[in-house]
């Protein structure tokens, strides 16, 4: 019985002991901060256990506390810190008391690089090109499994990773800068560590580190200055609406509040169209705002505002950590808009250049020109974002080379989607795209007609505003209609065991560098013609299933024919002469041949001739 209750008693001791000397704090974050930030307060999130009763003491010149915000949860403590401008780049030490404890944290302001406010950003000389960084390419293979997630590599899977990393990206950058893209969008990079799905890094699970098994932290910014070094610009995917069910708070929440929380699992009802519906109810865009957007993807409460800064100061660390040229900004209308607008517009007091894309999925102009920067909404409303994504010109895309010409159909659709433009504040700040993560594959729309993909691919790139091109566009990667991994396929040489490497012309098939080759050339004549960038649109009204329009400036003047019939058509010039302004032959600018102004010409069936005017 003696050595039971010494057993006991010694068991005891030792917990107490491991108490004693377990640190007080667990977790702090942001883990380091800059000096000269125009936003001079900082918050400091502290996590460790009945932490909210300790008291602060720093000493450090430039720097005060100037609050300690608690919430219901005893094991977070909120810091706030005031950063004057006398603060030096340096260490310095934050002093935590309690009853029982102390602990000190080592904490470190960085010097903010020269003219990192005034960074440039993405603008509409751009072509951007957006990766899935698990289905592009893998250069190391060491960190496809790593112990301590639940999902290793198993590319035979569509659902599960397949190793893609930021290795692989940095070794096609060349590749891509070859190709004439000037900016790259990767989906998220950081921590997801789901139980499935999570390759596409949409549900993080630590805000503050890059997914192991896509590289580490300083792989980000190894990524943006290999970036720099070809010319493009990297562009970060911000996703306020939602966490991941794996991220390590939801063992321990910060508030109550910290969620949209509701007695059963509610998702939200998708319907973005209740922000702009004059008669839309309170039930509606509660649904819409506060369910969830998937099982897996706890919706955040923005307008905590301690959840608010924390996120804020999230994005602003990898902006300024890897030296991030723009933002991309998922399902801004899940969010309450307004609370939306503040948090981009708190990120942007700090890059005031930076401009910020942002995915507002509704189906008409007048909805999307809703969200951007500038339009006089009538109750006032600004997103604060200065580009949206065109979903209605993808619509008008996906359609109109399959159907026949009529009123409203065929190339019909072009002319009456460009005629809306007046909605837009800045229609040359338009996102294009044929297809991205979330959409079926372009190649699934035309079924792989050659001719209609590159009628597509012409349109795209001569149309008012910048373009997207997804991973894959530029070979017509084949895909599955109404699969979201049937969206994501790999790309096929960016695995050392691929059959064949379709980064190189001489592995790719007739048809594949035959889109290769057309793209490379719109987009490096689209790069080095700032008229296809931000010139003016003039478009004529179709007719005979044949649709013209002008993009021009003080220096050049291209003229777009796109002949969507089954054969070949004759076209006048006539009618076409207020642009024409006495030019008398115009070069093709994907083949340089010359065609002349002077008399009919026929455009074959399935084509659209651009013309620069000489």
């Given at each position: ?279 839309a109810s309170e039930a509606d865009l509660y649904k819409l705002t506060h369910g969830w957007f998937a099982p897996n993807m706890p919706d955040l409460n923005l307008q905590n505002p301690l959840l608010f800064d924390y996120l804020r100061q999230v994005y602003t660390f990898w902006i300024e950590s890897a030296n991030i040229d ?289």
């Amino acid at each position: 019985m003696k050595k039971i209750i010494l057993i006991v008693l010694t068991f005891i001791f030792v917990l107490q002991l491991e108490a004693k000397n377990s640190p007080l704090i667990q977790r702090v974050e942001p883990t380091f901060w800059w000096t000269e930030m125009n936003q001079p307060e900082l918050q400091i999130m502290l996590y460790g256990t009945n932490i909210s009763s300790a008291v602060i003491s720093i000493n450090y010149p430039g720097i005060t506390v100037s609050r300690k915000e608690l919430t219901d949860n005893p094991n977070y403590l909120f810091l706030y810190l005031n950063i004057t401008k006398e603060a030096l780049p340096g260490k310095f030490n934050i002093q935590l008391t309690t009853d029982k404890k102390k602990q000190t944290i080592v904490y470190e302001l960085k010097k903010r690089r020269d003219g990192s406010s005034s960074r440039r950003s993405f603008t509409e000389a751009d072509a951007i090109y957006l990766l899935m960084p698990d289905r592009f390419a893998n250069a190391n293979p060491s960190n496809d499994s790593i112990t301590g997630y639940h999902q290793g590599v198993h590319r035979e899977i569509p659902g599960a990773r397949h190793g893609g990393d930021i290795d692989g990206i940095i070794s096609k950058i060349p590749y891509l800068a070859d190709l004439g893209i000037t900016a790259i969008w990767t989906t998220p990079l950081f921590d997801n560590n789901d139980t499935k799905y999570s390759y596409h890094h949409y549900a993080c699970s630590d805000y503050y580190k890059i997914d192991s098994r896509l590289g580490k932290n300083e792989d980000y910014l190894r990524l943006s200055e290999t970036c720099h070094k070809n010319g493009l610009k990297l562009i970060i995917d911000l996703v306020p609406n939602h966490c991941g069910s794996s991220h390590w708070w939801m063992n321990d929440l910060p508030a109550k509040d910290w969620l949209n929380v509701w007695p059963s699992y509610t998702s939200s009802n998708y319907r973005m169209t209740a922000w702009t519906d004059p008669h839309a109810s309170e039930a509606d865009l509660y649904k819409l705002t506060h369910g969830w957007f998937a099982p897996n993807m706890p919706d955040l409460n923005l307008q905590n505002p301690l959840l608010f800064d924390y996120l804020r100061q999230v994005y602003t660390f990898w902006i300024e950590s890897a030296n991030i040229d723009g933002m991309r900004v998922d399902t801004y209308p899940y969010n309450d808009i307004k609370t939306a607008a503040r948090f981009i517009q708190a990120i942007r007091n700090e890059y005031p250049n930076m401009n910020v894309v942002g995915e507002c999925w509704v189906k008409t102009p007048a909805e999307i020109a809703y969200y951007q920067s500038g339009n006089r909404n009538k109750n006032g409303f600004d997103s604060h974002l200065t580009s949206v994504m065109d979903f209605c010109l993808k619509d008008v895309l996906s359609a109109s080379f399959n159907e026949r010409e009529s009123w409203d159909g065929g190339m019909a659709r072009f002319y009456s989607l460009y005629a809306q433009d007046f909605v837009y504040p800045n229609p040359n700040l338009i996102m294009n795209f044929l297809d991205n993560h979330d959409i079926d594959r372009y190649s699934t729309a035309v079924k792989n007609d050659i001719q209609k993909y590159k009628m597509a691919l012409a349109m795209l790139i001569t149309a008012r505003g910048y373009p997207q091109i997804y991973y894959g566009t530029e070979i017509m990667l084949d895909g599955i209609a109404g699969s979201y991994e049937g969206n994501r396929f790999d790309f096929p040489g960016g695995w050392a065991a691929d059959k064949r490497n379709a980064f190189s012309a001489e592995n790719r098939t007739n048809a594949e560098n035959e889109v290769f080759s057309y793209l490379k050339s719109l987009l490096n004549y689209r790069k080095n013609n700032p008229v296809l960038q931000n010139g003016k649109m003039k478009q004529f009204i179709p007719e005979r299933g044949i649709y013209v329009n002008f993009r021009y400036d003080n220096e050049k003047t291209i003229m777009i024919i796109a002949n969507n019939n089954q054969e070949s058509n004759e076209l006048q010039f006539e009618r076409f002469n207020e642009m024409l302004g006495g030019k008398t032959e115009g070069l093709e600018i994907t083949n340089s041949k010359t065609y002349s102004l002077q008399k009919p010409l026929s455009i074959p069936a399935k084509t659209v001739l651009m013309l620069e005017l000489k």
